[in-house]
């Protein structure tokens, strides 16, 4: 998002205040009490100083079940995995938001973790990180379309770069808004009951909402009769590019025996279609790919070094997540014990 020009932050600052005790006044104090999320603000700031109940706790408060004993099991299951892997957090000293990112989309796979992983950078980084959900996204987007005609919305957060603008757009709106004296939870709270309570009965045209990404492809619809899927253990980003690679080279019929450049896997699953909604995620992925971290094997090297380098890059937290563009004609080969036939005997056979 191109920044805002003085005009435009004056002219969206006047719309907030028109409607700012309408909305503010709906914000659910009790369920989203203050004082333990200031606590976590903190807290949060010193990973390793950070408990279980904490994570529970904080997880808890922004899902909305504050006080509550049961509640979704999907929620319990995101937050002991986060628990679960919380010390190897700690330990990786990510501080920056695609780092943060990469670590949580790869433990958090087959979680709709955005808005989770949103959260958790902003505990981590209150300052300049932002709360991000739906609601304050879509009042982001209408206050945009009333300064810029042109403004195509979007359905929901889903990128680093959306948690960027948001960011960007709540900061410029602080100082201007005089009924948020300055407190930028106070803005905030208002953003989120505007895009609750009247941004959603807004009808929006087509023409001006991007399409959602894709979700993230289902396991159970992957299928093969030239490959073993069975062998992919793992369910990460790293292991959906290869069942995603070898549906491409099934499809086309390509030699399975044959050596590929790490270019020509490239092109057979780029970013576009794999689902995965952050670049950063992706090449930190692509990385992992061709490493041997968490025992993936899916790859022999006509550089045998170079295996060793990935699954080392894989396991630094201060890597280039881009390192792998630096070895794009390297050559590679699928390591046979995740072939079943020749895609050509596979075919016949249909």
Same mark, same amino acid.
């Given at each position: 998002?191109?920044?805002?020009?003085?005009?435009?932050?004056?002219?969206? =600052?006047?719309?907030?205040?028109?409607?700012?005790?309408?909305?503010?006044?709906k914000?659910?104090? %009790? +369920?989203?009490?203050?004082?333990?999320?200031?606590?976590?603000?903190?807290?949060?700031?010193?990973?390793?100083?950070?408990?279980?109940?904490?994570?529970?706790? *904080?997880?808890?408060? &922004?899902?909305?079940?504050?006080?509550?004993?049961?509640?979704?099991?999907?929620?319990?299951?995101?937050?002991?995995? @986060?628990q &679960?892997?919380?010390p190897?957090?700690?330990?990786?000293?990510?501080t920056? $938001?695609?780092?943060?990112? =990469? #670590?949580?989309?790869?433990?958090?796979?087959?979680?709709? !973790?955005?808005?989770?992983?949103?959260?958790?950078?902003?505990?981590?980084?209150?300052?300049?990180?932002?709360?991000?959900?739906?609601?304050? #996204?879509?009042?982001?987007?209408?206050?945009?379309?009333?300064?810029?005609?042109?403004?195509?919305? &979007?359905?929901?957060?889903?990128? @680093?770069?959306?948690?960027i603008? #948001?960011?960007?757009?709540?900061?410029?709106q602080?100082?201007?808004?005089?009924?948020?004296?300055?407190?930028?939870?106070? @803005?905030d709270? #208002?953003?989120?009951?505007?895009?609750?309570?009247?941004?959603?009965?807004?009808?929006?045209?087509?023409? +001006?909402?991007?399409? =959602?990404?894709?979700?993230?492809?289902?396991?159970?619809?992957?299928?093969? &009769?030239?490959?073993?899927?069975?062998?992919? !253990?793992?369910?990460?980003?790293?292991? @959906?590019?290869?069942? $995603?690679? $070898?549906?491409?080279?099934? =499809?086309?019929?390509?030699?399975?025996?044959?050596?590929?450049?790490?270019?020509?896997?490239?092109?057979?699953?780029?970013?576009?279609?794999?689902?995965?909604?952050?670049? !950063?995620?992706?090449?930190?992925?692509?990385?992992?790919?061709?490493?041997?971290?968490?025992?993936?094997?899916?790859?022999?090297?006509?550089? *045998?070094?170079?295996?060793?380098?990935?699954?080392?890059?894989?396991?630094?937290?201060s890597?280039?997540?881009?390192?792998?563009?630096?070895?794009?004609?390297?050559?590679?080969?699928?390591?046979p +014990?995740?072939?079943? !036939?020749? $895609?050509?005997?596979?075919?016949?056979? %249909?």
């Open positions: 998002m191109s920044a805002l020009t003085k005009k435009e932050i004056e002219s969206i =600052a006047k719309t907030i205040s028109e409607h700012y005790s309408d909305y503010i006044s914000y659910e104090s %009790e +369920k989203y009490p203050e004082e333990p999320y200031m606590a976590w603000r903190e807290a949060f700031t010193e990973p390793k100083m950070v408990g279980q109940d904490d994570i529970r706790q *904080a997880l808890e408060w &922004k899902y909305g079940h504050w006080g509550k004993v049961n509640y979704v099991p999907a929620h319990k299951v995101i937050i002991a995995k @986060l &679960k892997y919380w190897e957090f700690a330990e990786s000293g990510r920056e $938001l695609d780092g943060i990112f =990469a #670590f949580w989309e790869d433990r958090l796979a087959g979680h709709q !973790s955005f808005v989770t992983i949103a959260f958790l950078s902003h505990l981590l980084n209150p300052d300049k990180i932002e709360i991000i959900d739906q609601h304050n #996204f879509r009042a982001m987007n209408y206050l945009m379309s009333t300064v810029r005609p042109d403004w195509v919305w &979007k359905r929901n957060p889903v990128s @680093l770069d959306d948690i603008d #948001f960011s960007a757009f709540l900061q410029s602080l100082p201007m808004v005089k009924e948020a004296k300055g407190n930028k939870r106070e @803005l709270k #208002f953003l989120m009951m505007l895009g609750k309570h009247k941004v959603k009965t807004i009808p929006v045209s087509r023409s +001006k909402v991007a399409p =959602a990404l894709s979700k993230k492809h289902e396991w159970s619809s992957f299928t093969s &009769k030239a490959f073993d899927l069975g062998k992919i !253990s793992l369910r990460s980003n790293a292991d @959906l590019l290869f069942a $995603l690679l $070898l549906q491409s080279l099934e =499809a086309d019929g390509a030699d399975v025996e044959a050596a590929y450049t790490i270019e020509e896997i490239k092109k057979r699953i780029p970013i576009q279609k794999t689902g995965i909604a952050i670049s !950063s995620s992706y090449n930190y992925a692509m990385v992992a790919l061709f490493g041997n971290q968490r025992g993936r094997d899916y790859f022999q090297f006509e550089n *045998a070094k170079l295996g060793v380098y990935f699954t080392e890059q894989a396991n630094d937290p890597r280039d997540n881009t390192c792998w563009k630096k070895y794009l004609d390297e050559r590679v080969n699928i390591n +014990k995740y072939v079943v !036939s020749s $895609l050509g005997a596979a075919q016949k056979s %249909e």
